[in-house]
């Protein structure tokens, strides 16, 4: 229930960041343009609370997942995602009435309809900003490349011929990917095979792997394919010994720390996690640092406990610090971060179109609810502020395609009717606004069946 309440919360409150702020874009330029503003609108029809300010009525209506700027002579259902029908008389007279939108010329008009995607461009830029120029949280002591800490055997990096310590210089189309550009990189290409390069010993190799199947899922990690990041360079530190572990048994002490495990210098714990589960009941040999000395390799036979294999100590967490980088630093990673997420999201786009990634792979608002929460709940500001960031410029670049009912599609039939120097006819545009409306309705019903399908209780049953 908990974590239900902080998803939903959430949710709520980064949705409604975003649609304010893509509806001020809206607003700001109509105002400027000098169109008459008549609502301002949280939400869709039923009114429910509100205050008029001149001649705008700020409110909050009942419908939570949108919102709307309805101004003077849009009247078209989808313009503006206004209700309302209209008639040919009333838009010829609404020509002739100085503060409707239709008395004002189209590039004005265009300009009103980009605002809002470009409001939330600009968002996601200074929320990255934000975070990059005077948060940055990075490890005390940090790998800076995307250096290979473990491979699993016969994983799909495995076949691949990835080794531990080799540096991944491209992965898919990003070339000095971060671990999360190749974690994005792997869910949209399931079941493809992707070129991969690396650095092995001063040599550059070019490599292919095969990403399995399970990045369709929701919860797949990079870790899942067999590749395991080397997020610290030093060995990994040991916190806590169990009781009547095999680690305790072995004399292991807080403080010490794990040099080697069969030879092997894992430096994340994770990394160790998937090579016990590997090696399983097999014995291992581990050399452990105490008070800057290494002592002499202890052999230790691991325990079957809670589903796992394992020595049975826990680690320090990663030590993180603030490592704020100014504005101009934070704008030039703000920039990249939302250049690379850009790309992405077409690239996604684009394999949605020619059928390379299932449209089952998307999420909506039961998804994001849910990446919400889980951002909110996880340590640090990082996962907050770039969930917000990416939902952003998601917004933005959707809302820009030439979909009738999104902006792009006004923008669209605003410039076609200047190509014909005319305006095209109502009838028309009501019948494409009807035909769109019904088929956003339906994809907008898929996504929902979609993303319930995808929750925890359906998966209880599957091995």
């Not at 920039?335 to 394999?351: G, K, M």
Request: hydrophobic share 50%.
């Amino acid at each position: 229930m908990h974590d239900f309440l902080v998803s939903v919360a959430a949710f709520i409150v980064l949705i409604g960041l975003m649609i304010l702020v893509h509806e001020f874009g809206h607003f700001l330029v109509a105002k400027l343009c000098g169109v008459c503003v008549e609502r301002f609108s949280i939400g869709f029809p039923p009114r429910l609370i509100g205050i008029k300010i001149g001649e705008t009525d700020y409110c909050i209506s009942a419908t939570p997942l949108g919102g709307y700027v309805k101004m003077t002579g849009e009247n078209l259902p989808g313009e503006n995602l206004s209700i309302e029908g209209a008639d040919d008389e009333m838009i010829e007279a609404l020509k002739a009435v100085p503060g409707a939108l239709t008395s004002h010329p189209r590039w004005q008009r265009i300009l009103i309809a980009a605002a809002g995607p470009v409001a939330n461009f600009i968002l996601a830029l200074v929320l990255m900003v934000i975070y990059y120029g005077w948060i940055n949280e990075v490890p005390s002591v940090q790998v800076k490349a995307t250096t290979v800490d473990w491979v699993v055997p016969n994983s799909a990096a495995a076949a691949a011929g990835i080794q531990a310590g080799d540096v991944i210089t491209r992965f898919g189309s990003v070339h000095d990917p971060s671990w999360d550009m190749i974690t994005a990189q792997a869910i949209i290409n399931p079941g493809q095979s992707i070129p991969v390069d690396v650095e092995r010993e001063d040599k550059s190799l070019d490599l292919s792997m095969r990403i399995p199947e399970s990045a369709k899922s929701s919860d797949f990690d990079i870790s899942d394919a067999g590749l395991l990041p080397e997020f610290v360079p030093g060995p990994i530190a040991v916190a806590q010994v169990e009781p009547g572990t095999p680690a305790a048994r072995a004399g292991f002490r807080p403080g010490d720390a794990v040099l080697s495990v069969d030879g092997h210098p894992l430096h994340y714990i994770v990394s160790l996690q998937a090579f016990m589960q590997q090696n399983q009941a097999k014995p291992v040999s581990v050399v452990l640092e105490r008070d800057g000395k290494a002592l002499p390799p202890i052999q230790i036979d691991p325990a079957h406990m809670q589903g796992a294999w394992v020595l049975g100590f826990d680690s320090k967490g990663l030590a993180m610090r603030d490592n704020p980088l100014g504005l101009g630093r934070g704008t030039a990673h703000a920039t990249r971060f939302c250049a690379d997420n850009s790309f992405l999201i077409l690239e996604v786009v684009e394999r949605l179109f020619t059928r390379r990634v299932s449209v089952s792979q998307l999420s909506g608002p039961i998804g994001i609810a849910q990446m919400a929460g889980q951002a909110a709940q996880m340590r640090g500001w990082y996962p907050k502020f770039s969930l917000a960031a990416e939902i952003s410029l998601n917004l933005g670049i959707l809302n820009l395609f030439p979909f009738p009912i999104l902006d792009g599609g006004m923008i669209m039939l605003l410039l076609i009717e200047s190509l014909l120097r005319h305006d095209i006819s109502l009838n028309i545009k009501e019948r494409v606004y009807q035909v769109a409306f019904v088929v956003l309705v339906v994809f907008f019903a898929f996504i929902i069946v979609n993303d319930v399908t995808k929750l925890s209780i359906f998966g209880h049953g599957r091995p």
